[in-house]
């Protein structure tokens, strides 16, 4: 099925959100807004913006990433029409004024390297990360630095490779309109085995912490879903999310970062959907209930909804 896709964008209070929900409204179209999750980089990027520019922008980058790949999966039966708030590509747009010129010339390859096919992709990819790899090994000879700093010197090598490998399928297709899930190879996510999701140590370290991010976003999508509604989705999206963290990690430090993380993440975007209701808008609840918003406390995040 072919889909029809208006993406708003312009400064910060022009009016996108407004206008977006006019338009949606007028075609009777999916409304896609877009979702601010808590970044952990964003304080320490404001503290120094040097040191945490890059991994504020990737962090931004999966849960735009994460909107994204929920809005393509969904397959909606009666609104074959979608209107956005903002555009995938803004992601450049943020980091070209945050990032240093170097900086900003990776986070592009990023962006250009999800176009390729498979093959070139995968050998792009395995090149960098071997080219990475022997610079990596040279330094660690020459340096012959402790265990301690080699440990996050290893990770930052792995989970920026790993990244990489999560996010392909999703963006391959958001830029490319071609769906390459079903074409992997079996082999494709074999390095999931080999992690320790269990180090207390990279549990605040930004390549750790972005990687799985794109990882969780993954398995806790739902592949087919037309029979949920945004607000069911999203709720066994984040449920899924819950029990693979829970499943996967076993050390409680660790695992109670994540958990955190994945249930604040998830009430912020409950958040947003009082924030978007109004008094006198019609909603479906999750029980299929039809009825019209009555009152809004966005302090308590209550909803009052009269049975049509």
Known sequence: ?????????????????????????????????????????????YENPKQYAFPLELFFLAERFKQQQDMVKSNDLFQNITVSDYIFTKCL???????????????QKMFDVFDYDFEKFNANIDSTYNKNKKSYLSHKKDINWSKEFDLFAKAELDFNYFSKKELYPIIHKLRTSEDLFEKLPAKYYSYRKKIDFNNVELSS?????????????????????????DVDLALTTNINKLNIADTLIRNEKVKN????????????????????????????????????????????NEIEVERA
Not at 20 to 37: G, I, R, T, Y
Not at 93 to 107: D, T
């Open 1 to 45: 099925m072919k889909h029809h896709f208006i993406a708003i964008e312009g400064n910060i209070g022009a009016g996108k959100t407004t206008l977006s929900q006019l338009l949606a409204q007028h075609f009777d179209a999916k409304l896609v807004l877009e979702e601010f999750a808590d970044n952990p980089f964003l304080t320490k990027f």
């Open 93 to 107: 747009l943020f980091a070209k004024v945050n990032l240093p010129e170097e900086e900003f010339r990776l986070y």
């Open 205 to 229: 370290y930004s390549p750790f912490v972005v990687y799985l991010s794109h990882l969780l976003n993954n398995l806790g999508s739902i592949k087919y879903h037309n029979h949920f509604s």
């Open 257 to 300: 970062s994540i958990l955190n993380n994945i249930a604040f993440s998830y009430l912020l975007e409950d958040q947003n959907m009082v924030n978007n209701l109004a008094k006198g808008d019609e909603v479906v609840t999750a029980g299929g209930l039809i009825g019209k918003v009555t009152k809004v406390k966005a302090d308590s």
